[in-house]
Nanobody
Framework: QVQLVESGGGLVQAGGSLRVSCAASGRTFSRYAMGWFRQAPGKEREFVAAISWSGGSTYYADSVKGRFTISRDNAKNTVYLQMNSLKPEDTAVYYC?????????????????WGQGTQVTVSL
Protein backbone atom coordinates (compact mmCIF):
# COMPACT_ATOMS: atom_id res chain seq x y z
CA GLN A 1 0.00 0.00 0.00
CA VAL A 2 1.02 3.59 -0.65
CA GLN A 3 -0.01 6.45 1.58
CA LEU A 4 -0.04 10.00 0.24
CA VAL A 5 -0.66 13.06 2.39
CA GLU A 6 -0.97 16.52 0.83
CA SER A 7 -0.43 19.78 2.63
CA GLY A 8 0.04 23.46 1.89
CA GLY A 9 -3.24 24.45 0.31
CA GLY A 10 -5.02 27.64 1.21
CA LEU A 11 -6.46 30.94 0.07
CA VAL A 12 -4.42 33.25 -2.13
CA GLN A 13 -5.15 36.31 -4.24
CA ALA A 14 -4.96 36.16 -8.02
CA GLY A 15 -1.39 36.62 -9.16
CA GLY A 16 -0.02 35.12 -5.98
CA SER A 17 1.91 31.93 -5.30
CA LEU A 18 1.40 28.79 -3.28
CA ARG A 19 3.31 25.55 -2.84
CA VAL A 20 1.61 22.27 -2.07
CA SER A 21 3.47 19.21 -0.86
CA CYS A 22 2.80 15.49 -0.84
CA ALA A 23 4.50 13.12 1.56
CA ALA A 24 4.59 9.51 0.41
CA SER A 25 5.14 6.26 2.27
CA GLY A 26 4.62 2.56 1.72
CA ARG A 27 6.82 1.73 -1.25
CA THR A 28 10.11 2.78 -2.74
CA PHE A 29 9.19 6.36 -3.61
CA SER A 30 12.30 7.04 -5.65
CA ARG A 31 11.50 4.29 -8.17
CA TYR A 32 8.17 5.74 -9.31
CA ALA A 33 6.91 8.74 -11.18
CA MET A 34 4.39 10.96 -9.39
CA GLY A 35 1.59 13.21 -10.50
CA TRP A 36 -0.66 16.08 -9.45
CA PHE A 37 -4.31 16.35 -10.44
CA ARG A 38 -7.05 18.80 -9.53
CA GLN A 39 -10.81 18.84 -9.37
CA ALA A 40 -12.94 21.97 -9.39
CA PRO A 41 -16.57 21.94 -8.22
CA GLY A 42 -18.83 20.36 -10.81
CA LYS A 43 -15.91 19.33 -13.02
CA GLU A 44 -14.01 16.14 -13.64
CA ARG A 45 -10.62 15.53 -12.11
CA GLU A 46 -7.92 16.70 -14.48
CA PHE A 47 -4.22 16.22 -14.93
CA VAL A 48 -1.92 19.05 -13.80
CA ALA A 49 1.66 17.81 -13.81
CA ALA A 50 3.82 14.70 -13.60
CA ILE A 51 7.45 14.01 -12.78
CA SER A 52 9.70 11.05 -13.51
CA TRP A 53 11.25 8.93 -10.78
CA SER A 54 14.53 10.85 -10.97
CA GLY A 55 12.98 14.27 -11.37
CA GLY A 56 14.78 14.65 -14.68
CA SER A 57 11.60 14.73 -16.75
CA THR A 58 8.42 16.69 -16.18
CA TYR A 59 5.16 17.13 -18.04
CA TYR A 60 2.46 19.77 -17.64
CA ALA A 61 -1.07 20.45 -18.71
CA ASP A 62 -1.22 23.35 -21.15
CA SER A 63 -3.32 25.35 -18.70
CA VAL A 64 -0.50 25.50 -16.13
CA LYS A 65 2.61 25.36 -18.30
CA GLY A 66 4.97 28.20 -17.47
CA ARG A 67 3.23 28.94 -14.16
CA PHE A 68 3.47 25.69 -12.19
CA THR A 69 6.56 23.64 -11.38
CA ILE A 70 6.58 20.07 -10.13
CA SER A 71 9.61 18.80 -8.25
CA ARG A 72 10.56 16.05 -5.85
CA ASP A 73 12.97 15.28 -3.05
CA ASN A 74 13.54 11.53 -2.98
CA ALA A 75 15.47 11.76 0.27
CA LYS A 76 12.33 13.14 1.92
CA ASN A 77 9.82 11.01 -0.07
CA THR A 78 8.07 14.23 -1.01
CA VAL A 79 6.78 15.75 -4.23
CA TYR A 80 5.97 19.44 -4.58
CA LEU A 81 3.87 21.65 -6.81
CA GLN A 82 4.94 25.27 -6.90
CA MET A 83 2.13 27.41 -8.27
CA ASN A 84 2.84 30.95 -9.44
CA SER A 85 0.71 33.59 -11.16
CA LEU A 86 -2.38 31.90 -9.82
CA LYS A 87 -5.74 32.56 -11.43
CA PRO A 88 -9.28 32.13 -10.08
CA GLU A 89 -9.72 29.23 -12.49
CA ASP A 90 -6.96 27.37 -10.64
CA THR A 91 -9.32 27.03 -7.69
CA ALA A 92 -9.75 23.32 -7.00
CA VAL A 93 -8.91 20.47 -4.70
CA TYR A 94 -5.40 19.35 -5.60
CA TYR A 95 -4.55 15.66 -5.38
CA CYS A 96 -1.21 13.93 -5.32
CA UNK A 97 -1.19 10.55 -7.05
CA UNK A 98 1.12 7.60 -7.59
CA UNK A 99 0.87 5.50 -10.73
CA UNK A 100 0.41 1.75 -10.86
CA UNK A 101 3.62 1.45 -12.84
CA UNK A 102 6.85 3.36 -12.57
CA UNK A 103 6.59 5.49 -15.71
CA UNK A 104 5.45 9.10 -15.93
CA UNK A 105 1.94 9.52 -17.30
CA UNK A 106 -0.86 12.07 -17.58
CA UNK A 107 -3.53 9.36 -17.78
CA UNK A 108 -5.68 9.46 -14.67
CA UNK A 109 -6.63 5.79 -15.10
CA UNK A 110 -3.01 4.74 -14.63
CA UNK A 111 -2.88 6.16 -11.11
CA UNK A 112 -4.10 3.86 -8.39
CA UNK A 113 -2.97 5.66 -5.24
CA TRP A 114 -4.42 9.02 -4.25
CA GLY A 115 -4.06 11.44 -1.39
CA GLN A 116 -7.00 13.03 0.38
CA GLY A 117 -6.55 16.32 -1.46
CA THR A 118 -5.83 19.87 -0.38
CA GLN A 119 -8.02 22.87 -1.20
CA VAL A 120 -6.53 25.75 -3.18
CA THR A 121 -8.71 28.83 -3.54
CA VAL A 122 -7.69 31.80 -5.66
CA SER A 123 -9.65 34.99 -5.13
CA LEU A 124 -9.89 38.03 -7.36
Amino acid sequence: QVQLVESGGGLVQAGGSLRVSCAASGRTFSRYAMGWFRQAPGKEREFVAAISWSGGSTYYADSVKGRFTISRDNAKNTVYLQMNSLKPEDTAVYYCAAPRFATMTSNLDEYNYWGQGTQVTVSL
